[in-house]
């Protein structure tokens, strides 16, 4: 039980934090055990790659020892796509 606790309190800051970081207008939520971030589906389909990058380089930047792995979906908010990584604790 612990460690659920403690992966939900960095899931809690993480996605905190993403919602600080990132203006644009995304919905980020926690469902489970991952962090569900929803974007248009222009972004999805131009924009996935750039914001993969940028979620990867603020976690580094916030969080750079976890000791949990986190694990993200990012949406389109037409629920035609959606792609899911994993960033692994360090």
Do not use: C, H
């Amino acid at each position: 039980m612990r460690f659920y606790q403690k992966m939900k309190k960095l899931q809690r800051k993480v996605a905190s934090l993403l919602k600080t970081e990132l203006k644009e207008l995304y919905t980020i939520t926690i469902r489970g055990i991952q962090i569900e971030i929803s974007i248009p589906s222009t972004d999805f389909e131009t924009r996935l790659g750039l914001l993969l990058q940028r979620i990867q380089q603020i976690i580094e930047a916030y969080f750079p020892s976890r000791q949990d792995d986190l694990l993200i979906l990012i949406r389109d908010t037409g629920n035609r796509y959606a792609n899911t990584f994993k960033i692994w604790k360090s």
